[in-house]
């Protein structure tokens, strides 16, 4: 899934040069992903996450859990070392950046589709810290402990929705949507909701929060 035509094309260029693969087909939206899903019944999906939240997330969790044995690969502009963690997280088998050449993206394709795991030597790193402890590795560690759903408000937060707004669009309440604003508010370290706009803001626009 990409919503940009030609990144699509590019991508399956590259899976048809690939011995012994295929395209079976393309989607440009997350339900035109789900409902090829369903009608082709395929082994290897890559992803774009076209978002800074925890909507790309879910696909990732939605997919395999229609189908366990699906391979996907996350194909992303957004930060490595931020996404990557959450998307192999969520259950992807390989996360890299749209910025590499494109013979690495074909390597990381077919690593993925052999059963094997693909990050880059930073993304690892990141998960070796995470998981094992030690200092943080990017300026993004205090949007690191946040859970994908709390990602998810930040961002609509910070693109100027209001607590009405985002409960309706992520159909939740509006009480369990202040419930995230205050763990938001606890773990960011601000004590207003015009501080914690003030950080979602940033966010959205590419700087770290602090």
């Known amino acids: 899934m990409d919503p940009c035509p030609l990144v699509r094309f590019a991508l399956g260029r590259l899976v048809d040069q690939s011995p012994g693969m295929?395209?079976?087909g393309y989607s440009a939206s997350t339900r035109e992903t789900l409902e090829l899903q369903a009608t082709l019944d395929p082994e290897v999906v890559t992803l774009e996450f076209p978002e800074r939240d925890g909507a790309s997330l879910d696909l990732v969790k939605d997919l395999l859990l229609r189908q366990p044995r699906l391979r996907i690969l996350v194909v992303s502009s957004l930060p490595e070392?931020?996404?990557g963690p959450r998307a192999l997280r969520a259950g992807a088998h390989g996360f890299i950046s749209?910025?590499?050449?494109?013979?690495?993206i074909g390597r990381a394709l077919r690593t993925v589709a052999s059963g094997r795991r693909?990050?880059?030597d930073a993304l690892s790193a990141q998960l070796a810290r995470l998981y094992l402890g030690g200092d943080a590795v990017s300026e993004q560690s205090i949007v690191d402990e946040l859970s994908d759903r709390q990602l998810q408000v930040f961002r609509l937060i910070g693109q100027g929705h209001s607590i009405r707004n985002i409960a309706e669009r992520m159909v939740l309440s509006i009480k369990t949507i202040e419930t995230h604003v205050g763990h938001l508010k606890r773990k960011l370290g601000v004590d207003s909701g015009r501080g914690l706009v003030h950080q979602a803001v940033r966010w959205v626009d590419g700087a770290a929060p602090g």
Do not use: F, R
Request: zero cysteines; glycine letters at 0%.
């Open 81 to 83: 070392l931020v996404l």
């Open 98 to 104: 749209k910025l590499q050449d494109i013979e690495e």
């Open 118 to 120: 693909h990050m880059s």
């Open 22 to 24: 295929s395209v079976a």
